[in-house]
DNA sequence: TCGAATGACAGCG
DNA sequence: CGCTGTCATTCGA
């Protein structure tokens, strides 16, 4: 394994989230092995390669250790209908079944 | 409720 | 080029 950059890092594992499930800042930031949640998302915002350009990083599958998705940069709530139609029940701005639609990275045991 | 920690970027000198 | 402030966050007291 190659010495990826921090935020590489957390688009690799974002990647690996499949259609119908979320993560959380927190878990991508120990699946890079780090604890800097704020990273995850900052380098994102630096760095639209998501889904708006072509790309593939879902940054709208990512929400916070609330349930909250937090902020995006195309607009939180326009997210917030994209989960929704992907299968992900949400309220107002908030995760319900957050914990069950959350996918380990990390697989803790 | 508030502050500290952590990674990256923009602005200023 | 180097430092400071801010940010898509989280945790502990």
New binding site residues.
Partial sequence: MKTK???QKVYSALKKVPKGKIT???EL?RA?N???????????????Q?FLSGGK?P??R?????G?V?????G?KK?IEMLKKEGVSISKEKVEDFGKFLFNLNKIS
């Fill in positions: 950059s921090f935020s959380t800042y927190k930031a890079v780090s604890k800097a949640y704020r990273a995850v998302g900052t380098a994102m915002n630096k760095n639209p998501g990083i940054c709208h990512v929400v916070n250790s609330d909250r937090g902020k995006f940069a195309s939180t997210k």
